[in-house]
């Protein structure tokens, strides 16, 4: 089994600032991979960046880059340049080679607010 | 219609009632999902179905069921539900199972379940 652990319930950060959302991970599997998703008031989980156990460079989409330590398990988020429509949950998940069929494990996600 | 849609987006029923919830993908994908999301829990994954094949079934109680006709369709039926069950129902689908780059999890928007 794998376990994600998102230590922040909440975070603010003011619009066009960075911010980094934490991300640990405990798995037994040497393969596998990690994303984050977006959730915004509405309901959809939106998928953000994917890094594999395997890549040698930090993911990166757009705004949104991984910074993945895999010596310390950990797979923090980075925003740049925030915007309003940034606010929302924001939830880790693994998936590993040893995990049941299409299972993603998520953590309890963290509330981000970007305020003006 | 694009992605992954869900009907209804919220649903009231009673314990006795009997009701189905029901998920559309148009990306092409061969797996769907069923989570359930409540509140100050982590998402739990509760049925993962491979080319219209159930190939998981996480200890879900037998009040839920769920089918899919084809690769494009997934419904869960619920009878005599508790209120505990009162939740987010997300809907989520993949080009296969096997997890990774490629094979993310893209989500509808959810029903919003209340039993009473």
């Known amino acids: 089994a794998q376990k994600i652990t998102q230590t922040q319930p909440g975070m603010f950060v003011q619009e066009k600032e960075a911010v980094t959302l934490d991300c640990t991970y405990d798995?037994?599997?040497?393969?596998?991979?990690l994303f984050w998703y977006k959730q915004p008031s509405s309901g959809e989980m939106i998928f953000l960046i994917y890094q594999g156990s395997y890549d040698e460079q930090n993911a990166t989409e757009g705004r949104y880059s991984l910074n993945f330590q895999k010596a310390r398990k950990s797979a923090n988020l980075v925003i740049s340049a925030s915007q309003l429509g940034d606010s929302a949950m924001y939830f880790c998940a693994s998936f590993g080679r040893g995990s049941t069929l299409g299972r993603l494990y998520f953590g309890r996600g963290t509330q981000l607010t970007v305020w003006p | 219609e694009t992605g992954v849609t869900q009907t209804p987006r919220h649903l009231v029923m009673g314990m006795t009632n009997k009701k189905s919830l029901k998920c559309e993908q148009h990306l092409g994908h061969n797996a769907m999902y069923w989570y359930k999301q409540s509140a100050k829990k982590p998402l739990e994954l509760m049925f993962v179905?491979?080319?219209?094949?159930?190939?998981e079934n996480n200890s879900v109680p037998s009040r839920f069921s769920p089918e899919c006709p084809n690769s494009s369709h997934l419904f869960l039926h619920l009878h005599t539900l508790q209120p505990e069950d009162s939740a987010l129902y997300l809907c989520?689908?993949?080009?296969?199972?096997?997890?990774?780059?490629?094979?993310?999890?893209?989500f509808g928007p959810g029903t919003r379940l209340t039993v009473l």
């Open positions: 179905y491979s080319l219209e094949e159930r190939v």
């Open positions: 989520a689908s993949s080009h296969g199972t096997s997890g990774g780059s490629g094979n993310e999890q893209f």
């Open positions: 798995t037994s599997d040497q393969s596998y991979g």
